[in-house]
């Protein structure tokens, strides 16, 4: 089975994980949107399907389409594709303990998008900066805290499920890498609270296939376009009143 992945060819954003996904199990696919026009591909493909007229039109990429298939939402995407390539951990408990995991890395992510569109995703970041900076405040001081403490308890052993990795593994590596750019300040005054996941970190980033994919021009970086963005004035180390509360 060769995967089509449909996601925006500039950003990795949420079609990262299902790349993650698919590059560390070396399942073949395609990710349209980087093919040349003339293969069909370019960010005109994202737009064609979703336009699509046969089925259930998605509502947003990613989309990933294998045989007649079509599939929308990352989360739901991985839980189904998952142990098709390898990358779910085994029996029924598990793999919904992975879909929940993952549910809630795809809340996160939504919260961080929201610290630089608190308002509105159609206005420009210029034009909602002061919410911005409030919105950021609470993700940095409150939220990160609940979500990385919560991700940290749930790894129970090398890999979240014991010694075998799972896609939720790679998409937290992807969650601790894309906070690291976003928010440095406030990730690295939590780091000492987090050492399962730092750990897990660098571990999905020595896989064989992973490293060789991150070292690929197949991997894109973060940049302002993505979910994962670096705005200084949005980045801080956390407030005082948590640093004495957890020191
Ligand atoms: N919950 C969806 C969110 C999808 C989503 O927000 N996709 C973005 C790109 S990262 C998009 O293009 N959204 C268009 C829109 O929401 O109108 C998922 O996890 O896949």
């Given amino acids: 089975m060769r995967y089509r992945l449909y996601y925006w060819s500039a950003i990795p954003g949420r079609g990262e994980p299902i790349r993650l996904a698919l590059e ?16 069909g591909g370019g960010d005109a493909a994202v737009a064609r399907v979703l336009t699509a007229k046969n089925g259930l039109r998605p509502f947003a990429p990613p989309v990933l389409e294998a045989g007649s298939l079509r599939l929308a939402q990352a989360a739901h995407i991985l839980h189904w594709l998952a142990p098709r390539i390898g990358r779910a951990p085994a029996g029924e408990r598990a793999r919904l303990a992975a879909h929940q995991i993952q549910l809630t890395i795809t809340d996160l992510w939504a919260e961080v998008h929201d610290t630089h569109h608190p308002i509105a995703v159609g206005l420009y970041y210029e034009d ?28 129970k052993g090398p890999y979240v499920f014991g010694r075998t990795a799972s896609y939720v593994d790679l998409s937290l590596f992807q969650t ?37 994919y991150l070292a690929s021009d197949r991997r894109l970086a973060f940049n302002q376009d993505g979910i994962f963005r670096h705005y200084d004035e949005l980045d801080a180390p956390l407030a005082r009143s948590r640093r004495s509360r957890s020191s």
């Fill in 128 to 155: 909602q900066k002061a919410e911005a900076k409030r919105r950021a405040q609470h993700l940095r001081d409150e939220r990160l805290p609940k979500f990385l403490g919560w991700f940290e308890h749930a790894v």
């Fill in 176 to 212: 601790i890498a894309g906070l690291r750019y976003a928010f440095p300040r406030a990730m690295n005054a939590l780091a000492r609270t987090l050492p399962k996941l730092e750990a897990l970190h660098d571990r999905v980033r020595e896989r064989p296939r992973l490293a060789a």
């Fill in 24 to 39: 560390d199990a070396g399942a073949p696919y395609d990710d349209v949107a980087r093919l040349p026009a003339s293969q």
